[in-house]
């Protein structure tokens, strides 16, 4: 079984190392491909300094178009599986058979790691606004798409063959994560959540914050809806 680990990386010259080598060492079974996606400083270099496959996108296309071209890696090259993984070091390599397992096993077709499953053993600690956003997208796709999904804008994510094929074209660009869930459900694959633990990210600190976090909840709700107008659950 071909897997393919995409750590879609913009400006993770610092962290980039360590979350190649956590890989090749904690699931070494798979291939690692780092979408450089426009940085400007040496994440490219320092990624293929460490033995990882490199894509250098010409701009910054945003995590949506970096996890697309990854995705159409996977299926032009006929990978059985693909998992999306940060390069920030948030994600555990050692967790990943978690979300894989389901998918060998056939009853998934595209797994989500959650911080925020009862049995979650996270060590990510998640601001006050962020988890309140959390919990309104996790009522909103509830009603869209009847799923109970508690961690919709994770980045830790796994895809089999078929799942593969269809996000590859469709995957979202806006807010690709919580919209991808809506795509995935309402399109009717089989989507699951399983408890992992992540860490906080090692370099760098998240872009939404302060009152950011209500200008993304609109746009977010707003694209979510649009997404789920466009799909009808088949």
Known sequence: MKILVIVPAYNEEEAISDVIKDL????????????????????????????????????????????????????????????????????????????????????????????????????????????????????LNTILIRKHITDNTSGFRAYNREAIEFMAYNYPTDYPEPEAVILLGRNRFRLIEVPVRMKERSCGKSSIFGFRVIYYMVKVTLSIIMTALRYRIR
């Open 24 to 139: 090749k060492t904690n699931f070494s079974e798979a291939d690692i491909l780092v979408i450089n996606d426009g940085s400007r400083d040496k994440t490219s270099e320092v990624a293929r300094e460490n033995g990882a496959l490199v894509l250098d996108l010409p701009a910054n296309l945003g995590i949506g178009g970096a996890v697309q071209t990854g995705l159409k890696f996977a299926l032009r090259y006929g990978y059985d599986i693909a998992i999306q993984f940060d390069g920030d070091g948030q994600h555990i390599a050692s967790e990943i058979p978690k979300l894989i397992d389901p998918i060998k096993s056939n009853v998934a077709d595209a797994v989500i790691g959650s911080r925020f499953l009862k049995d979650s053993p996270s060590d990510f600690k998640s601001t006050l606004g962020r988890r309140l956003g959390i919990k309104f997208f996790e009522i």
